[in-house]
């Protein structure tokens, strides 16, 4: 049986903010017994402080307290949520819109403007293969195969220019929400215990 060497090849380690205890990275190195030129490798993460571990999440060097990754977490599940509603109303209200559009647009038109980079929708590297694929798989499953989220719909829609109050009521309230995320992610990272070598 092949057996490893494992070795400890450097840590380290960072003061807590209690003073009291430690926490850092092991990097730990793996070599083969017969043929010393093949090594594997990882780091290996320890927090050795019962109280600090309690109330901050690791990042590298850096900790961030548990109450701010759960109040991020939530405004992120805010948002996930507020997605799947904003989609189910796109795809409800303008999937038929939207295959109509594919149907009277010129593919080479429709592929541009698909391809554009503020749209991204379109994988297709040229309009040939885009064709390829509405010809072979049609108009109504390219259409359910790549514009599967609020984002791509919205931006589907906007294509279209139609205007909408409902829609833009639920593009403020998605927009607010990833305005706060911004916001608490800044704040957090301003928070961030930045620790001390030890």
């Not at 259409?143 to 009521?169: C, G, H, P, T």
Request: glycine share 4%.
């Amino acid at each position: 049986m092949v057996r490893w060497e494992r070795s400890v090849r450097s840590i380290e380690r960072f003061l807590c903010p209690c003073g009291k205890g430690n926490f850092g990275t092991k990097h730990i190195v793996e070599e083969h017994e017969m043929f010393s030129d093949r090594t594997r490798e990882e780091y290996e993460e320890f927090f050795e402080c019962h109280e600090c571990s309690k109330f901050y999440h690791r990042n590298g060097n850096k900790l961030i307290k548990n109450e701010d990754i759960q109040r991020l977490n939530e405004l992120k599940g805010n948002l996930n949520s507020l997605s799947k509603q904003h989609y189910a109303y796109l795809s409800k209200t303008y999937r038929d819109q939207v295959i109509q559009f594919f149907t009277n647009t010129k593919k080479t038109v429709l592929w541009k403007m698909l391809s554009h980079r503020d749209i991204g929708i379109s994988r297709e590297g040229t309009v040939e293969t885009f064709r390829k694929y509405l010809n072979k798989w049609g108009i109504e499953s390219y259409v359910d195969s790549n514009i599967k989220d609020a984002f791509s719909y919205r931006k589907m829609v906007n294509l279209m220019q139609v205007k909408d109050a409902i829609l833009e009521q639920k593009d403020n309230e998605m927009h607010e929400i990833i305005k706060q995320i911004r916001d608490e992610t800044e704040a957090i990272k301003e928070l961030w215990f930045v620790t001390k070598d030890i």
